[in-house]
C-alpha cells in the first residue's frame, strides 16, 4: 500500500532562473507518493506556481502539471529569439551564459534610472502581461480547486506584502508579483500600484503554515545568496542588490519559522500561529551562483534548458538523500544560508 504524504511548495523568484524550480518541480511531479496541497510564490517562483495549477486543474493532475510547465518554459525560449535583448558575440565567448555585454541589457537599467517607469505608457508597457495571458489559461487557473495559491507582490505605496490568492488569479496579478521597478512601471490592481513580491516575501512561507494540511514544506530556492563574483558595472550592481533585498525577506522568513517551532506553545504571544511544519530546502544556489549576474535575463532555450536539467538533478539527489524525512523531521539548515563560507 502506498503511503502518501501532503507537501506544500514554496518556490522563489529569480527571473530566468526560474527554469531551474521548472526542473525541481518536474522531479517532484513525478513522485507517485508526494500529494500537493497549495503552493505560494513571487515573480517567477508565482509564474510557476500558477502554470502548476493551470496544468493541474480539470483533471490534469500531476502529469498535466509537468505538461504546462514544460510547454510554458520552451514557448518562453523560442520567444526570446525574437527579444531585443540578446547575448552579443562577446557574452558568448564568456562563461556563465552572461548577457554583461549586451547594451540592451545595460539601456534597460539607465532607463529606468533615468525615466523611472512609473506609470504604464506606450514605452513603459510590460510585454510579459501579453505573454502570460496567451501561455496560461487564467479560467483553468481559478478553476483548479485541487492546490491553494499564494501570490506575493508588493503595495508601493505601503511598502507592505499583498497576497493573490487562486480565486482572484488573472495575468494583471501575476505581473504584479514580477514587477521590477527598475525595467517595468509599477501595475495597478484595484487603484493600487505593485512592485515585484519578492521584496516582501520571497516566497511566501506563513500563508502556507496557516492555511496548509500538509505535514511538511518543501521551499525551492532559485535565488543565489552567495555569488562566485562582485558586479563590475551599473547594471549588475543594482540586480545584485535587488537579489540580496530578496534574499533577506526569505531568510527573515524562514528563521521566524524555525525559533517558532522551537518556542513551547505556552510561551508562545497571543495570536501568535505555531509553525508545526517540517521545513526542506531545495537549493540551487550552488549552480546558480556560478552564472553571470544578467543570466537571470538570458531567456535562450539552451540555457533554460540547461537549468531545467541542473534543477531535476538536484531534486533527485534530494529526494534520495533527504526523502525518508518528509513527515518525520525538517532538514532545513540555515548555516549555509546566513554562513555558506564557513560549511
Request: net charge negative; aromatic share 8%; with cysteine.
Amino acid at each position: 500500500m502506498t503511503t502518501y504524504k501532503t507537501i506544500s511548495l514554496a518556490i522563489q523568484g529569480g527571473g530566468t532562473y526560474g527554469a531551474f524550480g521548472w526542473g525541481v518541480l518536474d522531479r517532484l511531479l513525478q513522485e507517485d507518493d508526494l500529494v500537493i496541497d497549495a503552493l505560494s510564490g513571487s515573480s517567477a517562483g508565482a509564474i510557476n506556481a500558477v502554470v502548476i495549477a493551470d496544468g493541474y486543474a480539470c483533471g490534469g493532475g500531476r502529469e498535466g502539471a509537468r505538461k504546462a510547465l514544460d510547454r510554458f518554459w520552451r514557448t518562453l525560449g523560442t520567444t526570446s529569439t525574437l527579444s531585443p535583448l540578446q547575448r552579443t558575440p562577446l557574452d558568448r565567448m564568456a562563461p556563465g551564459f552572461t548577457m554583461e555585454y549586451s547594451p540592451v541589457y545595460h539601456l534597460l537599467e539607465m532607463a529606468g534610472a533615468m525615466m523611472g517607469p512609473v506609470r504604464e505608457g506606450l514605452v513603459t508597457l510590460n510585454p510579459l502581461r501579453n505573454f502570460l495571458s496567451a501561455t496560461i489559461d487564467f479560467d483553468r487557473v481559478r478553476d483548479c480547486h485541487e492546490l491553494a495559491l499564494f501570490i506575493a507582490a508588493t503595495n508601493v505605496r505601503t511598502g507592505t506584502g499583498k497576497l493573490f490568492r487562486r480565486e482572484e488569479m488573472d495575468a494583471q496579478r501575476l505581473v504584479a508579483s514580477c514587477c521590477l521597478p527598475t525595467v517595468f512601471a509599477a501595475v495597478e490592481v484595484e487603484g493600487e500600484m505593485y512592485w515585484d513580491g519578492s521584496y516582501v516575501a520571497n516566497p511566501p512561507l506563513a500563508p502556507l503554515m496557516r492555511h496548509s494540511t500538509a505535514s511538511d514544506l518543501v521551499i525551492i530556492q532559485n535565488s543565489p545568496i552567495a555569488r562566485s563574483d562582485v558586479p563590475r558595472n551599473i547594471a549588475d550592481i543594482s540586480n545584485r542588490a535587488n537579489e540580496i533585498a530578496f534574499n533577506i525577506s526569505f531568510v527573515r522568513e524562514v528563521s521566524t519559522l524555525q525559533y517558532l517551532n522551537a518556542v513551547p506553545d505556552e510561551t508562545r504571544g497571543a495570536g501568535v500561529n505555531p509553525a508545526t511544519m517540517h521545513l526542506h530546502l531545495i537549493s540551487g544556489n550552488h549552480y546558480l551562483g556560478e552564472h553571470g549576474i544578467s543570466a537571470k535575463f538570458n531567456a535562450e532555450m539552451p540555457f533554460l534548458q540547461m537549468l531545467h536539467d541542473q534543477g531535476v538533478e538536484t531534486a533527485d539527489r534530494w529526494l534520495r538523500e533527504q526523502g525518508a524525512s518528509l513527515g518525520v523531521k525538517s532538514t532545513l539548515d540555515l548555516m549555509p544560508v546566513f554562513f555558506p563560507d564557513q560549511v
